[in-house]
């Protein structure tokens, strides 16, 4: 087809397919104009040159374009009539919605695999971390291969057991999310009609009766430095003084992740209500965070203040770049004379909280940004709980600095 035509029919389809029955069989009778007519919402009615005319259903997939025939209009053994065509478009609009492929000759119940990439499309469009995307296609791509091909109506628990196993404890986090991943799309299929009953990748009641426990991960995921370090820590890197050195203080300080700090503008800071409110796109939640500043976090901005050279707090060698992840974790690793990961810190910060003060847990959660899981918990906090994470971040603000 040319692509002219091509385009055209396109331009078509998305400024007239919005509107149903445009047509009428009084005028489709008539027409002899070559030419393509919408009656909407995908379904033409096609003229060629040579008189013939035919119904066809239209529509697109991403940057793909299928086109359906109907059959013809007033000719051959089967003629189709208007009303006919619109029953027929109807049922391919069903399966569409359903996830099916309407095309003749293909199956009519989707696979695990087609109804993974649109769940995928799904969860991508919400996820802001590309790391996290990646790992989504991953995991679904190489470890739960032996679905792809089954229908996802027909998956049970033995299909998902016997993809789990051979990584279950081999690799338990990834056997985790993995689970947790195929649980989702089967969760995506019978939202939209492909699947019935309970999900056979379920853990309460269901792959806990089925799978053993797994082995939890030791604390070296994320190295992290013992709390009874961290004034020495603290310390030693007052003595450094660099940019990195500063900014790995600052990141211990208000318990933000790196790349919270790294990125942290001059914008952001009220330097007379001593906060940082950190907008939602550099949230790993999506949600503005405010960090209340105590008196050493407002120094090292005020130091930092005076070597400015653009918006960035903590800029790095090069004019209009932030501090590397690698300058602070080397900076990090000198102070503390072990593999602490910045990370880490963050461990580090709850697990003094937890045993060396009688702060909340909802406060310390709050403080390291993570959603409250409580759901009638979370619907009561309205609030960031400013002035309660503001002595809390003063008690560890002064058992950071203790060593002095």
């Not at 005319?53 to 007033?74: A, D, N, P, S």
């Not at 190295?223 to 007052?238: E, H, Q, S």
């Not at 309660?388 to 003063?394: G, I, P």
Request: hydrophobic residues 40%; contains cysteine; positive net charge.
């Amino acid at each position: 087809m040319p692509q002219k035509l091509v385009v055209s029919l396109s331009w078509l389809w998305q400024r007239e397919s919005k509107v149903r029955h445009r047509l009428a069989e009084s005028r489709i009778r008539t027409l002899d104009k070559s030419g393509i007519y919408s009656d909407g919402d995908g379904l033409f009615f096609r003229v060629r040159k040579g008189g013939s005319k035919q119904f066809v259903f239209i529509y697109r997939r991403g940057e793909v374009r299928t086109e359906i025939g109907l059959g013809g209009y007033g000719q051959g053994t089967a003629p189709v009539s208007l009303a006919l065509a619109r029953r027929k478009a109807e049922e391919i609009r069903g399966q569409l919605a359903r996830g099916e492929d309407p095309r003749p000759g293909k199956t009519a119940k989707p696979t695990f695999k087609e109804v993974m990439e649109s769940t995928i499309a799904v969860k991508h469009a919400d996820f802001r971390n590309a790391k996290h995307k990646a790992q989504w296609r991953m995991t679904l791509d190489k470890y739960a291969a032996p679905l792809h091909d089954k229908t996802v109506a027909d998956i049970g628990v033995d299909d998902v057991v016997t993809t789990l196993e051979p990584i279950w404890q081999r690799i338990p986090e990834t056997a985790d999310r993995l689970r947790m991943r195929i649980e989702a799309v089967l969760d995506h299929a019978k939202a939209r009609g492909l699947r019935e009953g309970d999900n056979p990748a379920a853990w309460k009641g269901n792959l806990k009766h089925l799978l053993p426990a797994r082995q939890k991960l030791s604390r070296g995921h994320h190295a992290a430095l013992g709390y009874k370090d961290i004034p020495a820590t603290i310390a030693r890197l007052r003595g450094a003084n660099g940019v990195s050195a500063l900014a790995v203080e600052f990141v211990t300080l208000t318990v933000a992740r790196s790349g919270e700090a790294r990125f942290a503008a001059w914008p952001e800071v009220d330097f007379k209500e001593k906060l940082w409110t950190v907008p939602p796109e550099r949230m790993k939640a999506g949600k503005e965070h405010r960090v209340p500043l105590t008196e050493r976090a407002i120094e090292i901005l005020q130091i930092m203040k005076q070597r400015a050279t653009s918006d960035l707090i903590f800029g790095g060698e090069v004019d209009g770049r932030p501090i590397s992840d690698v300058a602070m974790t080397k900076a990090l690793r000198r102070a503390s004379g072990d593999d602490s990961t910045l990370h880490g810190l963050r461990s580090t910060f709850r697990d003094w909280c937890g045993d060396m003060t009688a702060h909340p847990h909802d406060i310390v959660e709050t403080a390291l940004a993570h959603a409250i899981e409580n759901k009638t918990e979370a619907a009561y906090r309205r609030g960031d709980a400013l002035d309660k994470r503001r002595a809390l971040m003063s008690d560890w603000a002064a058992y950071c600095e203790s060593a002095a």
